[in-house]
């Protein structure tokens, strides 16, 4: 790779300011085609940790003391705050992945080394949305009358709305996780069809992912308000692993494994489901009831073999709970709410260094 460097002696601001100046100055090539080697390989093959700041369209790959700053459609990666390199640009691919070209990615690996035990820890690499119903399935049902008029307001809609501005925000954030919709439009899916999608996701040693089942809830009584969460009651067990995939010397054990790892699901489970109703009630919790945490074997929760949690948005029986969740500007606040969790337990997950 021809690279030609910069001096280094410019200070951090004055290279960020520099960094901007290219960008300004239109240093740009053509949109290319997913071609070279994508962000999500480059950190499973170095361990590095990826910071993505949306709104400047900017991003990190940082290990130890190196940190290496891009920019969508830029020449330069800066490296430490204190020195350029001079690269093709990294461009989205359609499938929403950050690609480098082949030189480059081989520079960023050289540059970071491979991963070392430390490194070696698991990542958060998809995460499933499960818009609740759909279809010929309406989900909850709430009905009312407005100026005379009959009026149905379905879960499957609300739900769905949601789940799109959730994972709008995670793709977003994180332009190199898997964000999976079970389901993208009003289509009817099983309840097995969902935690299939989930579970055939293959992963690999350090990734792992989570499950977000999203519903509204209903009551016979019209008064009854609020947001939870449910997670699976920590007695429950599933079978999370099949002997047969085990060597023969490890299968007498494995009954001891699966409860370990039950165990770990459970304990990652509550505190998602408690990051994700903090941060709900942070996002609306001034005009919705905060109904807390609650523990339930909901099917599709428990046939999900991951960290797995059921967000209940509001109940759509109740007038003004269902009125508000009419407006798109309201469910962004639900989807908002609901993504900050999601945000806090991945940044707790990947960061030991980060506990609140």
């Given amino acids: 790779m021809h690279l030609k460097r910069f001096s280094n002696i410019f200070s951090i601001r004055s290279a960020r300011n520099i960094l901007f100046l290219g960008l ?3 240093i740009l090539l053509p949109l290319w085609s997913e071609s070279g080697v994508a962000l999500k390989e ?8 990826l910071v993505w700041d949306p709104m400047r369209q900017m991003g990190s790959i940082e290990k130890g003391a190196t940190s290496l700053v891009y ?3 830029s020449a330069f990666l800066l490296v430490n705050y204190n020195s350029f390199e001079s690269i093709e640009p990294p461009q989205r691919g359609e499938s929403g992945d950050i690609w480098f070209s082949s030189e480059d990615a081989s520079y960023i690996i050289e540059t970071l080394g491979a991963p070392t035990q430390n490194d070696n820890r698991h990542y958060i690499s998809t995460v499933i949305i499960d818009a609740g119903h759909g279809g010929k399935d309406s989900g909850a049902l709430g009905r009312f009358e407005e100026n005379g008029e009959k009026l149905v307001i379905m879960e499957k809609d609300l739900v769905l709305e949601v789940s799109r501005q959730l994972s709008d925000r995670l793709r977003s954030r994180y332009p190199d996780k898997n964000i999976v919709l079970t389901r993208e439009d009003d289509v009817y899916l099983t309840l097995e069809e969902r935690t299939q999608i989930a579970n055939g996701i293959e992963l690999d040693q350090r990734e792992s992912m989570i499950f977000i089942s999203i519903h509204a809830n209903a009551s016979l009584n019209s008064k009854a308000e609020g ?3 449910w997670y699976l009651p920590t007695d429950y067990r599933r079978k999370l692993i099949d002997p047969a995939t085990l060597d023969e010397s490890a299968r007498e054990v494995a009954p001891i494994l699966n409860t370990m790892l039950e165990e770990e699901y459970t304990v990652e489970s509550i505190l998602l489901a ?3 109703l903090n941060n709900l009630d942070d996002s609306v919790g001034s005009s919705h009831v905060n109904r807390g945490l609650k523990e339930e074997t909901w099917f599709v929760v428990r046939d999900a073999k991951m960290p797995s949690v059921l967000v209940e948005i509001g109940f759509v029986t109740n007038r ?4 508000k969740m009419r407006s798109t500007t309201h469910l962004k606040k639900i989807a908002e709410g609901i993504y900050n969790g999601v945000h806090g337990f991945i940044e707790h997950f990947e960061n030991p260094s980060v506990r609140e």
């Fill in 42 to 49: 480059i950190r499973g093959r170095t361990g590095a940790q």
């Fill in 24 to 26: 300004l100055l239109g």
């Fill in 71 to 73: 920019s969508l459609d």
């Fill in 320 to 323: 003004t709970e269902a009125f």
């Fill in 227 to 229: 947001f939870e969460v």
């Fill in 274 to 276: 408690q990051k994700i």
